[in-house]
């Protein structure tokens, strides 16, 4: 019993390593409900974030950021088309962007 106990044992530690990186770094999934908070308020205050979008994406235009409207699709695809990217790469820059306005 002792045997199994050791082993038990080996495996809670291994597991209470992994947990803790995976706090230490924030999972995928907080990171992601992290994001979708940070959108919702920018979305809820468009018009505020608007003039920033515009300083980050100056290559948009007034109008396309108003028919953006706080959308977080459409913002990614104005700006994929308008820079020539990938959905991916406008997505990152979306994320990024948003995480460091300190909403």
């Known amino acids: 019993m002792n045997n199994n106990w050791k082993s038990f044992k080996d495996q809670m530690m291994n597991l209470w390593d992994e947990v803790t ?12 409900v992290n994001v979708k908070a940070e959108w919702n308020h920018i979305a809820g205050q468009w018009t505020q974030f608007r003039g920033k979008a ?27 088309e308008r820079y020539g990217i990938e959905r991916e790469e406008a997505n990152r820059q979306i994320d990024v962007w948003a995480a460091n306005l300190n909403v």
């Open 21 to 32: 990186a995976m706090r230490s770094r924030g999972s995928p999934k907080s990171t992601e």
């Open 54 to 80: 515009k300083k980050q994406w100056s290559e948009l235009t007034d109008s396309e950021l108003l028919e953006v409207n706080g959308r977080y699709d459409i913002l990614a695809e104005k700006i994929q």
